[in-house]
């Protein structure tokens, strides 16, 4: 009896110690997808405003912008990107950083 207690208790041990890694796991994967989107997003949003500059210019701006970009707009682009329902949809336009969507589409997880 004593010995199926402690058989018992190592199985659920076991058990639990791969439950609880399989969430971290999980989670972290979440994470570093959620990380990628928003660097995507982020790029996509900085390459329409490097062009749209540089035709006002009328010549490319180069790495310079993307620099000042970073520097001035990156903090309220991420902001933006937590409020946004981009963040969980599951379609990839991300062009308006939306709070509000009609074409929202809940990420499977």
Do not use: P
């Not at 006002?56 to 970073?70: Q, T």
């Not at 990839?92 to 074409?103: G, P, V, W």
């Amino acid at each position: 009896m004593l010995l199926t207690i402690l058989i018992l208790t190592v199985l659920l041990t076991i058990t639990t110690e791969r439950t609880v890694q399989y969430y971290i796991l999980k989670n972290k994967l979440f994470l570093q997808r959620e990380f990628q989107k928003f660097i995507n997003t982020e790029t996509k949003i900085i390459e329409v405003e490097k062009w749209i500059h540089s035709e006002k210019a009328g010549k490319d701006l180069g790495d310079a912008f993307i620099s000042e970009w970073i520097t001035k707009n990156a903090a309220e682009l991420r902001k933006a990107w937590n409020r946004s329902k981009c963040r969980k949809c599951n379609k990839n336009c991300t062009k308006e950083l939306r709070i509000s969507c009609q074409d929202f589409e809940k990420e499977k997880i």
